[in-house]
């Protein structure tokens, strides 16, 4: 009887290893099956963008990891031999292709060039190191992959713990250059928070903290941590989900994520710098002061005629393109004539139209927030920000002291 059982017992673990792994099969198929569609759609989509054709190729990438992962959890390795140890490789490509993506989003006329194969060094050392086991033939290799204890040190050998950490690398540098370009939106844009990608935020976090979930998981795999030791065959699941929300975002939900018109990043070269520092920066360039007075008189005779800080989504390049003059020169005299950036001088034409607005009459059915759109801005707490930054009191002790 105890020798039934405990056939039994063996017979009902095996049939739910095989369901379990059957689940997971069929999730990472899946997929596979939403990344080749995503793909697809993305390399048909117009206009024709590089960071189109770069998010599509690393779906691809991701793709054809995601099939060698459930090739390798049905244990069709050993039929196919020469796709083994391609998921060590391959993965190398996430993070340069992450970091190019982000490039090509924040920057305008951003085009690939032979500096950025440096991002590429990495997996073409693995590939050189992993040369001797890929020119083996299909025997030996089956040979190899018979043996689970020579499978297992391979896998958690030397080359595998460090792919982790090359990953969170190049993502940890995306998002640096991402949060780098967000902090000089404001001396380019109106209302920066029309132009911010927010969805490229969430999905440099998202594989991030897939990264370091996985990195957990491999290193307690590694040293047979009870727990997150169990769950490391599952840990690529969490990928499917994200091809998805990529789906969901770009697609269904039409968000757009190409280039802004304007650059967030290399084309920038005005900050908000202190009065005494304009000088320095400015000195070697060739703008006289004369120049300088010559666009401040012409760009206030402007901004008091026509009122173009009304358009919330005023930019730089609009108001140079308006005034015909350059954007760099424009951008140079408002930081010299006003001690501003552009965000700051626009959004000062705002608060004083505001001003002006609250006190008519015939907005008296209007709220603080109604009147503050119709003056440029596009939210509550950028009015608030900008207004208590500039008056030193809130809109509605404003409105309060102007009722008294």
């Known amino acids: ?57 690393l779906i691809v ?33 996430y993070g340069p292709l992450i970091l190019l993506l982000t490039q090509c989003i924040v920057t305008i006329n951003f085009t690939l060039q032979k500096k950025h194969l440096i991002y590429f060094l990495p997996l073409i050392i693995y590939g050189i190191a992993l040369t001797p086991y890929f020119t083996l033939p299909a025997y030996e290799k089956v040979e190899f992959l018979k043996d689970p204890i020579q499978v297992s040190n391979a896998d958690f050998g030397i080359y ?53 979930f996985s990195i957990i998981a491999f290193f307690a795999k590694k040293h047979n941590a009870s727990f997150l030791s169990a769950i490391y065959p599952y840990n690529f699941l969490l ?9 969901y975002k770009l697609l269904l939900s039409h968000s757009n994520y ?15 710098l202190p009065s005494e520092d304009i000088g320095k920066k400015y000195s070697k360039t060739a703008l ?54 552009f965000f700051e001088f626009i959004n000062g034409y705002r608060i004083e139209e505001f001003k002006k607005q609250a006190k008519d009459l015939d907005n008296d059915h ?12 596009n939210s509550k707490a950028t009015f608030n920000s900008v207004f208590k930054k500039q008056e030193g009191i809130t809109p509605s002790t404003y409105i309060k002291e102007q009722e008294t």
């Not at 029309?194 to 490229?200: A, C, G, M, S, T």
């Not at 006289?288 to 901004?303: A, D, G, R, W």
């Not at 009147?371 to 440029?376: E, K, Q, T, V």
């Open 1 to 57: 009887m105890a020798v039934v059982s405990i056939r039994t017992f063996a017979l009902i673990c095996i049939q739910k290893y095989c369901y379990m792994n059957l689940l997971v099969f069929a999730i990472l198929f899946s997929g596979v099956l939403q990344g080749v569609l995503l793909a697809y759609l993305l390399f048909k989509k117009k206009p024709e963008q590089l960071s189109n054709k770069l998010l599509a190729f």
């Open 61 to 93: 990438i991701l793709v054809f990891h995601l099939s060698l992962i459930a090739i390798d959890v049905k244990d069709l390795f050993i039929r196919f031999p020469h796709l083994s140890r391609l998921s060590w490789v391959i993965p190398l490509s």
């Open 160 to 212: 595998n713990s460090l792919t982790g950490f090359i990953h969170i690398g190049f993502v940890l540098f995306s998002l640096w250059v991402f949060y780098t370009c967000k902090k000089k939106l404001p001396t380019y844009f109106s209302n920066p928070s029309r132009v911010y990608i927010k969805w490229l935020e969430q999905f440099l976090w998202a594989i991030l903290i897939i990264m370091i």
């Open 239 to 247: 990928v499917v989900p994200l091809i998805y929300w990529i789906a």
């Open 258 to 272: 190409k280039n802004p018109r304007t650059s967030i990043s290399n084309t920038i070269n005005t900050t908000n």
């Open 288 to 341: 006289s002061l004369k120049e300088v007075e010559k666009i401040k008189l012409k760009l206030k005779e402007y901004m008091a005629k026509e009122k173009p800080y009304l358009n919330p989504d005023l930019s730089i390049d609009d108001l140079s393109a308006q005034l015909i003059v350059k954007r760099h020169h424009l951008s140079q005299a408002i930081n010299i004539s006003f001690n501003k950036n």
């Open 366 to 377: 209007l709220s603080i927030l109604g009147i503050a759109l119709n003056c440029g801005f």
